[in-house]
């Protein structure tokens, strides 16, 4: 039985070059190695013969070397490697080019497979460097071949670790191969799974392609198990821990609803409700509102906090950005009145108290005497010396996860040892089924109803003939009173001059990049150029805290009538007087993103707009500009756009903690649904996984490697 922990240095055929290429592609082990799974096959399944080659395929033939010969071209010193390959139908001609020991290799008479593309020239028809492997014979053609026969895995790849050596490694692994199976046995027959050591065999090397997604079907299943199971412990975990029970204040919460400028959406009074009863429990609520842009989550949070503080508890709402930050408190002081609520707003650069600026130290002292009810900041409110005297409500912003360890900092914090509630909030609209699985550990709350007298924003893919028109167009908007949002990917240009590491490694020229628009010129050029007579503004990451909460500030005043900036302002910003969205190199973005971009205009009573700015013909990209202009629904985009991106990209592996292959299966409900199903069982009739215990340390390695936060 093959040691998977085996080091791959161990590996005969792995040594000091290779080591450091493979490290780089994550695989350290032989289990690496073996989990290391193609991202395509190419289909070498079929041989023909010689006589059937058009030109343009991609052909598997196997015949006889004819012909062997190799020379030298001067002055590109470059070698050609010429073959003639026949069998009972006829030749071709084969050429390697700087293959130059092909020819000590090969020699006239030797069997071979050839896999590779046919090309037409003057002369006719040849295979251009073709994989090669020798054969015993050709009559019997299911050879046990590796590189030329069937559907040859084509695996991720690094410089210097091509997919010929990834095959050259892990094919001789696959023989007799046996690994223990970590799912039970009677979960395996339950849903006719292949055993693991069949699977990994099988998505390397699979007979057809239904033998290779039934490998990783089972794969997958494997993964999504771990992830639910984990979740569920999580869960039990969270719920042996106390927190503060909030007793709901029925006439308190009425009042406070009545008294605001606008009325509370159906979604918003349904997850404002979920959110009181889950603040009623004696343990954390471990809470996702996920909300469309502009859907109203922070008036259902602010809900709950109210409730809070009038229990005579504190509340800390942690916002992505200090401008948010700024933003929320703004937007909560204007929502409380004067109520009895005292609100304070914490961050790197500054604090104030009921919107007085006081000294980081003030506040601080009052946060710790219990004075402030509701504290907005940063992380920085969860730093060393923010003591709070009786925190109970934790609300996180745009769905930076709230680990353990953050919630251990918090208690550790404050005086009452309670654990606190948590809720956390993100505008990227997730299918419930789908947040279920990236954030099992969590109960969800979905806000898709928009506020009333909202109107649909009118969105346009922009060509570069039309720029002047859209210029006057903002012009007059502008000169109506109205505002302006300009972005662009970059800070500042790109010089093309210089070079910069692609994909693998390998250096490119500036060239793409120096055709993006950029902020620091764009402000210059809209300023000086375009609108020399209107006020113009430019935020982007670079800039100090404070300096982008004044631009900010000043915007929301109506000082600007144009705000160029970088995607600094995707998250959250509400100016309700912004009625254009302008982005450049439109293209450069995801669909999830232009949405969130599109999301900070048409929040007040005026018709808005989003222009997208795309010189590209790209039809992916093309497909996705024209998924936001036809529709604007976020659930249903997210949708389109997991589609056009796929799970892994839409979601990202890091941000997940999910495995690959299990990302990729995000769109098999069925199997989502299978794998949350088992976990449940199998932790009703084992709650510790004593029984199961392959599975058990499988899942504490699981556990190790992923997080939900």
């Known amino acids: 039985m093959i040691d998977l922990s085996l080091p791959i240095e161990q590996l005969k055929s792995v040594g000091p070059r290779n080591l450091p290429r493979l490290t780089k592609l994550g695989i350290k082990t032989v289990k690496d190695l073996l989990w290391h799974f193609p991202a395509r096959y ?293 929502l409380l009145g004067n109520n009895f609520v005292n609100i304070g707003l914490l961050t790197g650069s500054d604090a104030k108290f009921n919107n007085k600026t006081v000294t980081k130290a003030e506040l601080k002292n009052k946060i710790s005497k219990g004075e402030v009810d509701i504290i907005i900041g940063t992380h920085a409110v969860i730093q060393k010396g923010v003591n709070f005297k009786n925190l109970a409500f934790v609300i996180i912003d745009e769905q930076h996860r709230f680990g353990v360890s953050q919630r251990a900092a918090l208690v550790k914090n404050s005086e009452s040892k309670f654990v606190p509630h948590l809720l956390s909030m993100t505008a990227t609209p997730i299918p419930r089924t789908l947040a279920l699985t990236i954030y099992g550990d969590l109960d969800i709350s979905i806000i898709k109803e928009k506020p009333k007298n909202r109107q649909k924003i009118i969105t346009k893919v922009i060509s570069p003939s039309q720029r002047k028109t859209a210029y006057k167009f903002l012009r007059d908007e502008v000169n109506s009173g109205r505002q302006v949002f300009v972005i662009c990917p970059r800070i500042e240009l790109a010089d093309p001059t210089k070079e910069i590491k692609g994909k693998n490694g390998q250096s490119k020229m500036n060239v793409m990049w120096a055709e993006v628009k950029a902020v620091q010129d764009e402000y210059k050029k809209l300023s000086e150029e375009v609108f020399p007579d209107l006020k113009v503004a430019m935020l982007h990451g670079k800039m100090k805290p404070k300096e982008k909460n004044e631009i900010m500030e000043k915007f929301k005043d109506k000082k600007y009538g144009i705000l160029v900036s970088t995607s600094v302002i995707e998250v959250g910003v509400d100016i309700q007087n912004a009625t254009i969205m302008m982005i450049e190199n439109s293209e450069r973005f995801g669909l999830a993103q232009l949405h969130q971009f599109r999301g900070r205009v048409g929040r007040g009573e005026h018709q808005s707009y989003c222009l997208l700015f795309s010189s590209t013909i790209e039809k992916n990209i093309n497909e996705r500009l024209k998924a936001l202009v036809d529709c604007n629904d976020g659930f249903e985009l997210a949708e389109k756009d997991m589609g056009i991106r796929g799970p892994g990209e839409f979601f990202g592996v890091k941000q997940s903690g999910l495995p690959d292959l299990a990302m990729t299966s995000l769109a098999n409900i069925e199997l989502i649904k299978k794998a949350r199903l088992e976990a449940r069982l199998l932790l009703k009739e084992d709650s510790t996984l004593t029984n199961y215990p392959l599975l058990k340390k499988r899942l504490e390695s699981f556990q190790r490697l992923t997080h939900f936060e």
């Not at 009972?88 to 020819?103: D, H, L, M, Y």
């Open 42 to 334: 190419e289909d070498y399944s079929r041989v023909i013969s010689i006589s059937e080659i058009e030109p343009g395929q991609k052909v598997n033939i196997q015949g006889e070397i004819l012909k062997m010969s190799s020379r030298m071209i001067f002055p590109k010193r470059m070698t050609i490697t010429n073959a003639l390959v026949g069998d009972e139908t006829g030749a071709v001609k084969v050429v390697w080019f700087n293959q130059s020991f092909i020819a000590n290799s090969l020699r006239e008479g030797t069997l071979v497979s050839l896999a590779g593309k046919a090309n037409l020239d003057k002369h006719g028809l040849y295979l251009s460097s073709p994989t090669y492997e020798k054969i015993q014979d050709i009559e019997f053609k299911n050879h046990n071949l590796t590189h030329t026969g069937g559907l040859i895995p084509i695996y991720p790849e690094t410089e210097g670790v091509t997919s010929k050596y990834l095959r050259f490694l892990i094919k001789p692994l696959l023989q007799d191969l046996h690994i223990p199976d970590t799912l039970p046995e009677e979960v395996v027959k339950k849903h006719n799974l292949p055993s693991l050591s069949e699977a990994i065999n099988k998505i390397h090397y699979p007979n057809n392609s239904q033998e290779s997604e039934t490998a990783r079907e089972r794969l997958a299943f494997d993964d999504l198990l771990l992830f639910q199971l984990k979740a569920l412990l999580e869960r039990r975990k969270l719920n042996q821990l106390k927190s503060v029970k909030v007793e709901f204040d029925q006439d308190l919460i009425q009042d406070f609803i009545s008294r605001l400028p606008f009325e509370l959406t159906k979604d918003q009074k349904v997850s404002a409700w979920e959110i009181l009863k889950d603040l009623e429990r004696t343990y954390p609520m471990n809470r996702l509102m996920e909300g469309d842009v502009g859907s109203g989550k922070t008036v259902v949070a602010l809900i709950g906090a109210v409730q809070v503080a009038k229990a005579g508890h504190q509340s800390v709402f942690m916002a992505p950005t200090e401008v948010l930050a700024h933003q929320h408190f703004r937007t909560m002081t204007e």
